[in-house]
Structures are given as C-alpha cells and as structure tokens.
C-alpha cells in the first residue's frame, strides 16, 4: 500500500466511523476526492449528481407531484360531466351525424345514448357537480379544479397511456416524471426521484414504457415502490446478512475500490463508491419509509388503510409520506377502470361503484391531509386516465350490461394544489358529451401546464437525441392560463 | 445547369452558405466538402473551439470569416490579399501554416486560392433573392401544410412552379415583378378584408414578408430545378463516397502497429501528447477476451498467455478467440439492441413469441464472420435471394422484430402502418445512420430527406405478405411463420394427427348400439326429475330486511328491501327419507328486473354460500356437502372468487330455469332442516328473487343437472325436428360411456400434440409480383391520410438504384451494401469502434446527419470503411485490426494530465475504460463463480427474478425459474419480455428492446449495486465462488483471495488488497462463529459464509465490473 492509500484509508475510516455510525453522507464521501474530478461526465452520472436539484426555468410554487393514474379510461359521463340530454334520450340511437364517420375500439353499428344510471349533485361552495359515486371528493371539491375538456389522439389503452406519460403513443419516450426529474431533480438524496406504485388488477396496459426514461440516462426512470416483497428490487440482503455485516462488506468495498481508484485514476469510480453507499441509506430509508404502521389512527381512518395491505389507500399515505422526504415525482397506478359492459363484472352499474369506493376516498384524503399540512400549495395532485368513454352504450355481442366504450374526443381529469386554481370548473363538452365546446385540453397542454407550474418552460426542457432536440410536448402544448391560480 | 444567384447580405447568412446549404457551381470550390475537411486535417488541431491559436478559429465557415488575432483572415475575392493564403502558401518554412511537416499540398493550396477567390463573386453578385435559399423554406414552414400535395387547399399548390404560378381558385397569387398586385403577399399581410395566413397558423414575420415581396419584386424567379428543396441537396460530409486517404506520418514511427495508429497518433502528437504505455499483459488479456467473446479469461487461460514468450504471443491470443465461439454471443448482443429482438410482441398483452432462432442465426452469422453485405442482404430479403435456404429465411426476423399491439379494439391497419414505420426508421439507423423516422410526418428538418423518400422507402417493405385475421375480436395482419419441426417431431405430429382424425370420427358417429345407449340414457334423465320433491317452507326468514313469500308448490319470491347483501332461512322438514341430494331451482320472473331469476338490475343473482342444517332437538348441527353441481352458471364447492354459484341472466336467452345440486357426505336422516342461502357480493343487491328447494333419495341426484334447460326441454320428447335431434345427439355423444376411453385418448393426444413444443421462427415472404412495390405518402404521417403514390425507391440524396439492382426489398438490400453507398460502412465500422473504445468516431453512431457529431477523426473513419469493404465486409477483419493495433493495447490509467487535456478520451492517448454492458455484467459474474453454462444457442432462458416482474394485463403468463444447466446461461439469452424486462438488464441500462437502440448510455446507480449485492443471482454467484475458491484457491486465506482476485479481475491481489481482505475475512468467520444461525442462512458454516462475504465483495468491484 502506498502512503497515499494509507492516508486515504485513514481518512475515509474517520469519516466513517467518526460520523453517526453507519450513516455517512454521499456529500461527505465525495468530498473525500478530488472535486474537479466530478466535473461533467458524458453518459455517465453519478446517482446524487443526476438527481441532484437544479434550478427551475423560472421560480415556482410547486415542487413535486403526485399523479395518480387511473388506469382503463374512468367513465367522466357518470362521475365528472353530467348530461341530463344523456338520460332524456337514454336508449335512442345516437344521431348518426354525430358518428359518421368514427373509428371506435370495439362499438360496432348505430349504438344507443346512455344516460348516466348515477345520480349527480351539487358540492361545495364552487358548486361543482360529480356524482353520487364520489362522495369523499365531493368534500374536499373547493381545493380542485376539474378539467371536463381533454382530448387524447389515441382510443387504445396502452398507446394511449403511453401517449399521457410520454407524450407520444409508441413506447420508447421519456415519461413525464423522468422529464422533470432530468430537468430539476429531487430534493432528497436518500430516495429515488421518481417513484412508481400499482394497485388495482395486473400493471397498466402501457407496462413499464409508462414511467420509463426513454433516451434520458436511465438514472431518470421511475423507479418502482412494489407490493410485496421488497418496496424496492433488492432492498433486503440475503437473509443471514444484517445490516452490520453488510456495512463491513461496503467498508471493504470502498476501501478496494479507493486504493484501486488510486491506482488507476478514473473518477468513475468515485461515482460508483457513491452509489454503493447511497444504497445503503436506501436500504434504512426505504423501510422506514413503507411502513405506515406508526401513522395514527385518525390518518388510517382517513385514507382508509391497513397496514401490510396492498392497496391504493396505502399507496397514496406513502405518496404523502414520499413528498414529505421531498421526492420529486410520485405516480400511482391504480388499474381497472375499462367498462365496457361486456360483463356484469366490467360494467358501470358494478364495477364503477366499486372502483370508486376502492379509491375515492384515499385520493380526496391525499389531498385534505397535504393541505392540513401545508403541503398542498408545493404538491400537485393530478388524477385521470388515459382518455374517456362514450356516451353511448357500447352493447358489446348484445350485452345487456350497461358500459361505454373508449372515447379520445373529451374526457374529465382532476388538479389540485402546486398553484392549480381552487375551486373550478373548466371546459365544457357538448349536450351529449361527444365533443369539446368550450375551452379544449390537449394531452400535451396538459404537460405544458404541469411543467410550467413546476417552473420549467415546455419548450426548453429539451434532450438531443438522434439529431433532435426532444421534448415532452413533443412540437406542440400551450399552458392552460385558466388552471392557474 | 442551374444558375446560382446567391445573396450574402451580412456575414451571419454567410454560415448557411458555406455550410453547404447551396451546391457551388463547378469551377466554385465547396467550402463544406472540399474546403472544411482540409481545414480540419491540418489546421484544425490549433485552430479549434477550445482555445484557438491566435484566435483563429477555422473549424468552422464562420470562424474563418471572423479571423483572427492579426485580422480577417480572407480578403474576399483576392487570395493574393488574403492572410491566410500567404500564411499557407509561404516559401518561408519558419512562417509557413501549418507549423510542422510539409505544410499543405500544392493542390490543396489551389483549391483553397480558388474558393477564396470565388467568394468574391459570391458576393459580387449578390443581390437577388434566391428561391432555394430564401424563399423555398418559408413557403415549406408556413405554407406546404395546406397548399401541398394533390389535394391542397383552393386547388393552390405552392411546393411546384408551374401550379404556383398558376395559382389557385381565386387565380393568380403570384404576380412576377409586382408584389403589390400579388395576393399570396395581401394574404400573408391580411389585408384586403380576408383572414390572413397562414389560416389559423403563426402570422410570417415582417422579415419574411420582405423577403418574399423583394424576391417577387425582382421577378419571382423560380429555377425549374429548385421546386422542391430537396431536388438540390447540400452535400454532408457523409453523403459523400468515402475515398481512402494515406495515412498520415507520425514522430514515433515505432509505435505504429498498423494504419490505424497513423491516424490516431498523428493527432495526439499535434496536441503535444503521445500513447500511454501498453497495459499490462494481464490486464490486455482481460481486455480482448472481454472485447472478443464477452467473458473474462479463466485463470489457466490465462497462464497460458502469460507463460508464452513468442513475440507474437498476443496476435495468437487475438486469432484464437475471433475464432471461439462466443465471440458471435459478445457480437450479437449489440446487433440484437439494433434489431430490437425480443421474446414478446410488446403492448398491453405482450405475449410471447417464437424467435430465437433469429438470435442464433445472429451468433452463428457473427461467429463464421459472414460478410457484412451477405449478413444484410440475408436478413433485408433473405427470402427473396434464390433457392433460400431456411437459414435465409430464419434471418429476416430481422424485421419482423417489429412490436405487435394485439390489444382489443386496435385498428389493424393502424397497427400495421406503425410496423412498417418501424421497419423504414431501423433501416434508416442501422444502415445509413440516419434518422428517417423524422420525415413520417414532415420533410426532415435538418437532413435531406423528404416525405417522399420516407415512404418511396416504406413501399419496399409494402410487398410483404400478410393475411388479416380476426384474433378474437380484434381484426389483425399476421405475417408468415415458419414451421420448424425436427424430423423425429414431424413424424410424432403425423402420427398424433392420424390418430385424432381416427378418434374425433369415432366420438362423432353415431351407430346403432350408441342409439340404444341414448334410449336409455335419456330415460334416466327423465326419471332422475320424477324423484324430487318440493320442500315446503314452514318458517323464512331474511336477515337484511327482504319479504320472501311462497305458494303451495314451494315456490318462494322476495320482495320488498334491496340489501346489497342478504341472507334467507328457510325451516322446513325434509320432504324425503334419507336425502342424498337438496336442489336449489332458480326460476325467471316477470316481477323480477328484466324478467330474470335475480334481483339485481340486470336479473343476476350470486349465491355466496350454502347452508344446510338439521336438528334433532339438540341444536342446529352443519351437513357436510360433498359435491356441488349445476347445469349453468359459474359454480364451485369453495367459494371461489367469491361465490359457490353465480348465473348471469342478462340476456333474453339466459333467462331461463336452473338447476344446483348438493350432495351431502352421507344421506340426511333428520327431517328437520334448516337451508340458508347467502349472497355478500360486493355489487348492488345480488340476492336471488324466485326460488324453490327440493329433496331427493335418488342415489345419483347430479344427473338432473347434467343436461342444460334448453336440452331439457328436449329429452324423451317424440317428434323432434332434425335440428333438435341432432342436439340431443350431439350431446349424448359427449358423454356416452361407451365412448368415455375414447374421449380420454383424443385428449391425450391433444396435450401430447401441445407438448412437441415444435419451434417455428417470424419470417418475410414476398408476394409474388412484377409491379414495382408502392406505398402512399400520409399526410403529417396520419396511417389513413393517404396523399400521393410513390413506388419504391431510395432517398434522393443518396446514389441512385443502379440500372442492373430490381426496386424491390432485396434491390434494397443490394443497394444498401453497395460500394457506392457513401454511408454503410462508415457507419458499420463506426459501430465496431464504439464497442471497443466507448464511442464512436463518430460519437453520435445513431446519426451521422448534420445535427449529429462530427467524426473525431475523418479520415480514419474513412480508411476504415474503405478498408472493410476492400476486405470484402469482414467485420472481423477490422476486429482484428483494432485490437491489434498500439492504441488499443494502451494502459487505460487516467493522469491528471490526459484528464485535464482530454476529459473523454476522445484522442485515445490512454486505453479504453468503462463499465461493462448489462450482459457482460452478469456473464462475468457468472464466470467467476464457476456457475457460468457454456451451452450455445436454444430457446430463452429464466434466470431468478422477484416475484412480481411479470404482471402483464390480459396475460396470466407466469414466470416459471429455469433450473439446472439454463439457470446460468449467459445474459443474451435471458428471455426478453419488452412489457417486464428482467430487471438486472434494466438496472445496467439495457434497453426494453421496444425500439432499435444504437448506444446504451452507461449510468452509475443505488439500484445497480443493490442488484449485484442483494439479487438472488448474484448471491449464488457469491456462494458458488466461496466454493470455488475452497476448491481451486489453495490451502490458506492468502491465496484464496489471490485466486478469487485472479478469476473476478483477471489479476493478482496487491499485497494491501491480500491484507485488507484476509483481515475482512478473519473477522466475517468470527461474526459468523459467534453468529451460527446467520451463517447458516448464508451458506452453511462460519467458513463458507465468510469466503461467501468475500466472493460478494469481489464481485461487487468496481474493477470486475470494469473493463479496463
């Protein structure tokens, strides 16, 4: 060994050992090195560099996001767009001018309107109207803006779920969480930037492309928070292996690895022994961090969760608690809200309610509780699928069972909070729903505005790639002014 | 020829022009081909970006318009005048630029005297707008999108001349010498009361504007060659044919291996720099096995390299592994990313497909060093070479590795566009680095690439066969799969198959003995229904508030409250003996919803649970059930997915009577009963409506329900028509025991047939045709917005299809691998490098367009494509003489200085350093534990993943581990599942295969090191490897870790590293001596879990990880 590695020895076992036991700091370890080595390095980042903050384009209110997917395309003609000529004309063919023309997923002829089986009300001071369905949004509805006027180009479930978390509807594009994550970073250097969580039946149909990072360094790709076994691939050592005797086994690895970066120079290695150290953290980190079990009971009662149980309930207490640790971008996938009707099991009368009361109330306690906290000003909370369904009713081989089939041309979506105006309603669709009247959202106006209110300018958060600059409005996107605050 | 009036009217516009945006006229020197490429040879090195030399910077036309410390550098049309010109052209050797060396050539020199010279004729008679340059692209951006193509907006067509001039419905827009009178300027002004244009679109600039009213002024001229842009290319550098240039002469002569260091190391001498000294001969032997075959050398291997003194001891080591094996493994990975194979068809279901037959063609190819012309030609159109032979076709996977969204409800010829979208962009990239995919929807931005060659590309692919399908409900295009049976299965499928015709014919005739059969069979049908009889209710009760009421027949409705969950009782007394069997009639109502059995909307119900009770005056005790049957509905003895027996009555059809039976253990000898029906569906109120109960001693009560309601209805009636009798019998012949042995082999069969497993592989076919293949341009890419028909062809920029090439998919092949094709094998040979050093010549090896990199070094990557198409595409050949060459053999430790001078190594004055790919990880992870499996080739693989990766919607398609043998075969032939990749491949930045991937980026992060500490995978590898080094290491700790170094980084352990880790080593055997449960869970004994601890750690090095 030579001097130098003696005194680097010495001087990382200090670090080490001098600092709160096994809980050194990525920060202190890289300080260890040269800081000039750590300058820019091309197609290859280090994990707290890459997902270190950076500043936004310009200042903004709101720092990170929780999106909650609603995977299948919910019904918003029986939750969010009342249509009274809908159940008027229920049961009438549809006027064939209205379809002429139309390419749809599965209706096949002339269908028949369908109005809404549900009933709807007025909530809150705003007035908004939902229906009997969402009983726990219905209170918090004062603190959201409801969105009646998207429109998606793609009526299939995985392009179009691809297309709202990429932008674009073949896979292989950055999703919205790597965008901003790539652009601003995350706040916490123990925990990934961008965090994934499925419930409801299988992964979305869109898999894994939906939070994936695309040509952005891979460092960027959502990374997923599971069910069960580990809440992070590789989390838990091998049994027989606790915590101390892997702190000694990293202890020799980054004794190793330093004497050999001593040797061969290349700062590369820098970055892979702050790798392996920010792995450890995230092994008390995440833990700590999925177990629910110490909230109280007032917020068990709220969300409507059970430790241990996988859930969408859990999922959005962990959101909160991700936000609170200051990751970025936190997305949960809830899926199964396709209804066709082809069954009893998939229809609007059944299935619906049911979705509704699997998530409902967590998705409306997500947003009172970051408001009780002070968090909802800094944390927007979106909540949609990939596009709506028809207002009429699909009858899919002559099913009797009530359900609508896919519809691109206008759905509903739900904000709130990271400076989302409170208390609107905005767009209108036509008398029977078909069509957008008033105040039209595309996709890509809808990415526009979320990045804008995170601060970062839609066009200049662009990657070169393959000789373009991309983005994820891709070439077009306005930021919608009436959704501001 | 077309003139060029070229106007220049500030420097900034001047960057266009040089930049090749305009073709110079012959006698007009082209700054971009012929001028910049001298400027960068020779001048380049001092006179760059990065701190220029007398701040002169000539790596760019601006540069050199800008000058310098001593002034402008040109004076415009005097080369005599001109600086720079003295500057090259001096006698003075002292004075003369370049400073070393010989300074330019003659003709050189003349070459640059001329263009300087002809920039001032440029300039003279600058003072005309020119169409091409001025007014072509702000027609393109503003205008083409609605006055375009065959169909533009009020018949005004603006993209061709003579429709221009002619304008539209309202007449003339375009009035020659006066723009006043000219209305396409009214109209973009919005004057003259009607909406300005473009229509909707952004308003031109007033800039604009001016441009187009001078260029109308001045006579509208319109050259007949410039109607379009792209008939008048710019000429990139890499649409020029490559022309191999002499290597240049070097300082150290003697460090020259072979031509490719000329190159490299007169660059690195102009900065003051040599090579590093070469690696050491353990660390160079890691390097090409890592290189050549994808693993690290074993440790007798090498020794062997180590103990052979022949001088060319490394050139041996060089041939023998180009000539292994698993050379075409490490090979075919990098071309598999390209062909973006998978085992899946990608989208929502991503069900599997049957394709690695393509792979193994790909290592095979790889490893026989098939000609890289014969290597494209047999996987563009293999099918169409003649007499192709099965591994031709078996090679044009190549393209159907395309994904396939089998989703509900896609539309098929959608779907099938973006294949063929696919297939024309992954051409683009992997032959011609070029991004075609932007010209889908629009002329390409940058490159010259029009719509039109994007799909005059397409229309090669457009011959393909395909059928449509219905696939389920969703009409698809299938392609043509061919079936590869081994001889023996083909003969087991025809044996199999002439035995279900023999069996299937048997079970479906009827004879007279099965006529008699039937008689009786049907009579017992008929007396099974004699021996129910009704239960008579004598108390009911429903728990959740529902009014049941029943008549005298013991028919039993509920009314009143809808609970969403409910419960009946029903007390009666037993109507027989010793019931072997209690029904449960569910009967359809008019009172009930849609006149159906059920309550809830529909006029379902759901039975949760069933009941049965009886009382001999001590208390109710349960009934023991022990089979459960009905003649419709879903039903099952344990409440299944929530139910025992669930009937959907929403169809008019469905609403029929049904029948459930239980058969209690033993029969019921209490007449005392209590029967409590159960419904806690989780719908809206479920509860069954019109119901009756009844009881039976038939010693075989099931066989009431064995026939459905509407079979019923026919059973033993006379007088059927034929339709009804040949139901009867069609039934019967299901379930005739007679023919039950021969219903049990035709299943047999069937599942024995399954079971062949019989490889088939995705294949092209050609129809066959005489036409020229064509497709249709879409307009903004829109698959059904069909415009203009275009026939296959090549992109316009590029060499045209020679005379004697057919313009059909092989033509393109051909064509492709052409020697005249300027761009092939630059970008094949840039490729290679890429693999060796980390990047590219050209960095940017997916895009070798204007908006990617620059080559570092221009002419090497032009010697070497000249140079593998000289060696007749042997893409070993140029392995060969990469790795053979000084510069590869160089040490790759960083110094502070090569750090400071050169951060990325573009100069490669040190050795190659990086991390390993996805694959490379896991096989040298692998290799060093002893577990790796040498087997070549086969299907995909399942090495252990979490639970949980798999979860694909529509697809209950499970993961099943391999074991043996295939649980450590090397990572290409992990099954690729594009929906769940297997993570391991994720973590290290492979791709989800869903696109044609050039380069991986290489990331550091948490989750790779979690992976190769914690993964299942790895800590077997870490267990294995304690083991092997027990066996293979020696007696002692010191030589164990010597040997687990040797085999983990190819090297010996350094005297610190000997000390540290026996040390660490020491103190795991005490942690797990004092700890015996935990050594126990790691591997067995303290020892082994100790050396379990090292192996982790070894394998966790940066270093063997690393190839360095």
């Known amino acids: ?485 | 020829m077309r003139q060029t009036p070229v106007v220049i009217e500030a420097l900034a516009v001047m960057g266009l022009l040089f930049a090749g945006a305009c073709p110079a006229a012959a006698q007009q020197p082209s700054f971009d081909t012929q001028i910049l490429p001298i400027f960068q040879e020779s001048c380049a090195s001092c006179h760059s970006a990065s701190r220029p030399q007398a701040q002169l910077r000539l790596d760019s036309a601006e540069g050199v318009l800008k000058g310098g410390k001593s002034g402008p550098a040109i004076v415009p049309g005097n080369s005599g005048a001109s600086l720079l010109y003295q500057k090259i052209a001096s006698a003075d050797a002292k004075l003369r630029m370049p400073p070393a060396g010989a300074g330019l050539r003659a003709e050189q020199i003349a070459l640059i005297a001329a263009w300087i010279d002809s920039v001032s004729r440029q300039t003279a008679g600058a003072t005309r707008v020119d169409y091409a340059h001025n007014i072509e692209p702000i027609l393109r951006a503003s205008c083409y999108g609605c006055h375009s193509g065959t169909q533009p907006k009020s018949q005004l067509r603006l993209d061709i001349k003579s429709t221009a001039m002619r304008g539209g419905i309202g007449g003339a827009v375009i009035v020659p010498g006066s723009s006043e009178k000219s209305r396409l300027i009214q109209r973009v002004e919005g004057r003259g009361g009607e909406p300005r244009m473009p229509f909707n679109g952004t308003p031109l600039a007033p800039e604009q504007i001016a441009t187009l009213k001078r260029w109308i002024d001045e006579g509208a001229e319109w050259p007949e060659s410039a109607e379009a842009r792209d008939q008048a290319p710019p000429k990139h550098w890499a649409y020029v044919k490559p022309v191999k240039p002499t290597p240049p002469t070097v300082k150290h002569a003697a460090l020259v291996r072979n031509p490719i260091d000329n190159f490299l190391l007169a660059r690195i001498e102009q900065e003051g720099l040599s090579y590093s000294s070469e690696a050491s001969k353990e660390k160079l032997a890691r390097r090409v096995f890592l290189d050549l075959t994808g693993l690290p050398p074993a440790p007798a291997e090498l020794d062997a390299f180590l103990a052979d003194a022949r001088p060319d001891a490394y050139e041996r080591l060089v041939d023998k592994l180009l000539a292994s094996q698993h050379f075409g493994e490490r090979w075919a990975r990098p071309w598999l990313d390209l062909a973006r194979y998978a085992d899946s068809n990608g989208y929502e279901k991503d069900d599997r497909r049957d394709v690695w037959k393509y792979r193994d063609w790909v290592i095979n190819a790889l490893n026989s060093d098939m000609p890289f012309d014969e290597f494209t030609l047999d996987q563009i159109a293999g099918d169409m070479l003649p007499n192709a032979t099965e591994q031709q076709n078996i090679a044009t996977g190549f393209h159907r590795n395309t994904q396939f969204n089998e989703e509900g409800g896609v539309d098929r010829d959608e779907s099938y566009f973006e294949v063929q979208v696919d297939r024309v962009a992954t051409t683009g990239t992997v032959w011609l680095g070029s991004t075609l995919g932007c010209a889908q929807c629009h002329n390409h931005k940058f490159d010259p690439f029009t719509q039109r060659d994007f799909y005059s590309m397409m229309a090669f692919f457009n011959n393909v066969d395909k059928r449509p399908e219905e696939n389920g409900e969703t009409p698809i295009y299938i392609e043509p799969v061919l079936d590869m049976p081994t001889p023996a299965q083909k003969a087991h499928r025809e044996k199999l198959d002439a035995r279900m015709k023999e069996l299937a014919e048997q079970t479906q005739t009827m004879t007279p003995e099965l006529k008699a059969e039937q008689a009786a069979w049907e009579k017992s049908v008929l007396d099974a229904e004699r021996r129910w009889r009704p239960i008579i209710p004598e108390k009911m009760t429903a728990a959740a508030g529902t009014t049941l009421t029943a008549d005298a027949q013991g028919l039993i409705i509920a009314g009143g409250e809808m609970p969403r969950n409910e419960a009946y009782t029903i007390e009666c007394k037993l109507p027989v003996r010793a019931a072997k069997g209690i029904r449960l009639e569910a009967l359809p109502n008019p009172k009930l919803p849609r006149g159906g059995p059920g309550r809830d909307p529909y006029g379902n119900f759901n039975i949760t649970q069933i009941k049965i009770e009886v009382s001999d005056g001590s208390g109710w005790k349960p009934v023991a059930v022990k089979k459960l049957a009905a003649d419709t509905g879903a039903r099952s003895l344990e409440q299944k997915r929530g139910h025992i027996w669930m009937v959907d009555a929403s169809r008019e059809d469905q609403r029929l009577p049904r029948q459930l039976v239980l058969v209690p253990e033993k029969p019921i000898a209490t007449r005392e009963a209590r029967i409590t029906l159960v419904q806690e569906s989780e719908f809206s109120c479920q509860s069954v409506g019109y119901f009756r109960l009844s009881a039976t001693d038939d010693k075989d009560p099931v066989t009431v329900v064995n026939v459905s309601h509407s079979l019923r209805a026919l059973i033993g009636k006379s007088g059927r028509t034929e339709d009804q009798e040949k139901k009867v019998s069609d039934y019967f012949l299901t379930v005739a025991s007679s023919l039950q042995s021969a219903r049990d082999e035709l299943k047999q069969a069937k599942e024995e047939k399954k079971k062949l497993d019989i490889t088939s592989a995705l294949v092209m076919r050609e129809r066959p045709t005489f036409d020229r293949p064509y497709d249709f341009i879409r307009i903004r890419g829109g698959f059904s917005a069909k415009a203009d028909k275009v026939y296959a062809n090549v992109p316009a920029i590029l060499p045209p299809l020679s005379e004697d090439i057919m313009p059909n998919r092989l033509g393109l092949a051909r064509w492709l691998v052409s020697k005249d094709n300027p761009l092939t094998a630059r970008v094949a040979v840039n490729r290679i490098w890429e693999q060796y050093f980390g990047h590219g010549i050209v960095e940017t090896s997916e895009d070798f367009g204007t908006q990617g990199q620059r080559p570092s070094h221009p002419e090497l990557l032009d010697w070497l494509a000249v140079e593998f198409m000289d060696r007749g595409w042997s893409m070993k050949a140029i392995d060969r003489l990469i790795v053979t060459s000084t510069a590869y053999r160089q040490s790759s430790t960083v110094t502070p200085e090569s750090q400071a001078k050169d951060q990325y190594n573009r100069l490669l004055a040190r050795g190659p350093r990086f991390r390993m790919e996805a694959e490379m990880v896991r096989d040298t992870v692998l290799a060093a534990s002893g577990l790796l499996s040498s087997k070549i080739g086969g299907p995909s693989v399942f090495p252990p993943q979490p639970p949980g990766i798999w979860d694909m919607p529509y697809n209950d398609d499970v993961y099943v581990e391999s074991q043996g043998e295939d649980r450590y075969r090397r990572g290409i032939y992990t099954f690729a599942r594009r929906s769940a990749p297997y993570p391991t491949m994720i973590n290290f930045d492979g791709p989800s295969r869903e696109q044609c991937t050039v380069r991986r980026t290489h990331t550091n992060t948490p989750l790779q090191a979690l992976n190769l500490l914690n993964d299942e995978a790895s800590w077997e590898a870490a267990r294995a490897m304690a083991g092997r080094l027990a066996k293979e290491g020696g007696a002692d700790a010191r030589s164990r870790i010597d040997y687990g170094y040797r085999v983990a980084t190819g090297r010996h352990a350094k005297p610190g590293e000997m000390d540290y880790l026996a040390k660490y080593e020491a103190e795991q055997q005490e942690h797990f001596n004092a700890h015996p449960e935990e050594a126990k869970k790691v591997s067995g004994d303290a020892v082994t879990a100790a050396w379990t601890m090292v192996a982790n750690v070894l394998l966790n090095l940066d270093e063997t990880i690393t190839k360095e």
């Open chain 1, 1 to 485: 060994m030579t001097d130098d590695q003696r005194r680097l020895l010495d001087i990382t076992r200090r670090h080490f050992f001098g600092q709160a036991g096994f809980g050194i700091g990525a920060a202190a370890l890289t300080s260890l090195f040269n800081p000039a080595l750590f300058g820019e390095s091309q197609g290859s980042t280090d994990e707290a560099r890459a997902m270190a903050p950076k500043p936004p384009h310009f200042p903004a209110k709101c720092k990170n996001v929780i999106y909650l997917f609603m995977a299948g395309g919910p019904s918003q003609l029986d939750l969010f767009d009342y249509k009274p000529a809908l159940t008027k004309f229920d049961g009438q063919p549809c006027p064939e001018d209205l379809i002429k023309g139309e390419r749809f997923a599965f209706i096949k002829g002339i269908p028949k309107l369908l109005g809404s089986p549900h009933h709807f009300e007025k909530y809150g001071e705003s007035g908004a109207e939902l229906s009997v369905l969402l009983p726990h949004l219905s209170k918090i509805v004062d603190d959201v803006a409801i969105v009646r006027s998207l429109h998606t180009t793609q009526f299939n479930h995985a392009p179009a779920q691809i297309f709202m978390n990429t932008g674009h509807q073949i896979p292989g594009r950055p999703s919205m969480g790597a965008w901003v994550t790539y652009g601003i970073g995350s706040e916490n250097a123990d925990l990934p930037g961008f965090v994934v969580m499925l419930s409801g039946q299988n992964q979305p149909d869109g898999g894994r492309s939906c939070w994936g990072s695309g040509f952005l360094p891979s460092d960027y790709q959502g990374v997923e928070f599971r069910r069960a076994g580990d809440p992070v691939l590789f989390l838990s050592n091998p049994d027989g292996v606790t915590p101390e005797t892997r702190r000694h086994s990293l202890d020799a690895l980054r004794f190793l690895n330093s004497a050999h970066q001593t040797d061969v120079g290349d700062p590369e290695i820098a970055s892979r022994i702050g790798a392996y150290e920010m792995a450890f953290k995230m092994q008390t980190s995440v833990p700590e961090l999925a177990d629910i079990s110490k909230e109280p009971a007032n917020i068990h009662e709220m969300y409507g969760t059970t430790p241990g149980k996988a859930s969408f309930a859990n999922n959005c207490l962990l959101a909160r608690r991700l936000v609170e640790r200051g990751v970025r971008f936190v997305q949960l996938y809830h899926r199964g809200w396709d209804t066709h009707g082809a069954s009893n099991n998939e229809d609007i009368v059944n299935k619906l309610a049911r979705l509704c009361r699997d998530t409902d109330r967590a998705s409306a306690a997500l947003v009172a509780d970051l408001k009780q906290r002070g968090l909802l000003d800094s944390t927007m909370v979106i909540w949609g699928g990939e596009f709506g369904r028809t207002p009429m009713n699909e009858a899919r081989g002559g099913s009797k069972f009530l359900g609508r089939d896919h519809h691109a041309r206008a759905f509903s979506m739900w904000l709130a909070g990271g400076g989302i105006k409170p208390g609107v309603t905005i767009g209108r669709t036509d008398e029977v729903g078909y069509n957008i009247a008033e105040d039209p959202v595309a996709v890509h106006d809808l990415h526009a505005t979320a990045l804008h209110l995170m601060g970062l300018e839609h066009k200049r958060l662009t990657y070169r790639f393959q000789g373009r600059d991309f983005r994820l409005t891709d070439v077009e996107g306005e930021v919608i002014k009436k959704l501001l605050a």
